[in-house]
């Protein structure tokens, strides 16, 4: 990973047009390709950024990332402060907390539940960023990317994006289509999805299990 603490300004052309003025910033350009830009604050959320696959290219004084689709971002470099690169090595994922991972086996053992049709190839489907929880074929052959999460939140369709990415590239499995699959589907997660054509879908836990919700009684 390639850290850069510098003073730049942002600009990004694709389906609208942003810029973000002069000030220092910290640059992130990961081993997969994924290029982010943050300010001192906001949490996780970067400022700007551009997903992997992408072309990179280091002018010296100004950084352009461009996608497939021909989205643009350009990095403006008006002062270095620090430039570092890092070597983190092989990750081993996120750990699926109890219900997540419970979710995930119960949907393997019946992708029913998903679609009618619907047929497991395999469960932690590997690629170069990691497993994709379920890839499945659909009643008409098509090949299906599920991501399963207790909770569907942005984070949750980014991370389903980046595997599409390296899943599309593979021609025994193109096209792929993706599924988000949670038990709650936050509404910021549903339009980043629909605006992905990633398909939804919201289960019930207890449902899955097998267990009958008891009936609520007025007396």
Known sequence: MRLVIAECTVDYDGRLTAHLPRAVRLLMVKADGC?????????????????????????????????PKGEELTITLHDVISDNS?????????????????L???????TEHIAEGMKLIRREYPTEIGPVDLLCRDA??????????????????????????FLNRVPDL?????????????????????????????????????IERPQQKLF
């Open 174 to 210: 193109a096209p792929v289509r993706g599924m988000f699959v949670a038990q709650e589907i936050k509404p910021q997660a549903k339009t980043l999805a629909t605006d992905r054509e990633i398909d939804i879908l919201e289960v019930d836990y207890d449902v899955l299990r097998g």
């Open 35 to 67: 290029v982010a830009v943050h300010a001192d604050g906001g949490a996780y959320k970067p400022l700007n950024w551009m997903n992997a696959p992408n072309v990179f290219t280091d002018h010296g004084d100004h950084w352009t990332v461009v996608s």
């Open 104 to 110: 995930q086996e119960l949907l393997a053992l019946d």
């Open 140 to 165: 008409d052959g098509g090949t299906v990317a599920i991501e399963i999460k207790r909770r569907g939140e942005i984070d949750g369709v980014e991370q389903l994006t980046r595997y599409l990415d």
């Open 86 to 102: 890092h070597e983190l090595g092989l990750d081993p994922g996120l750990q699926k907390d109890g219900v997540e991972a419970h």
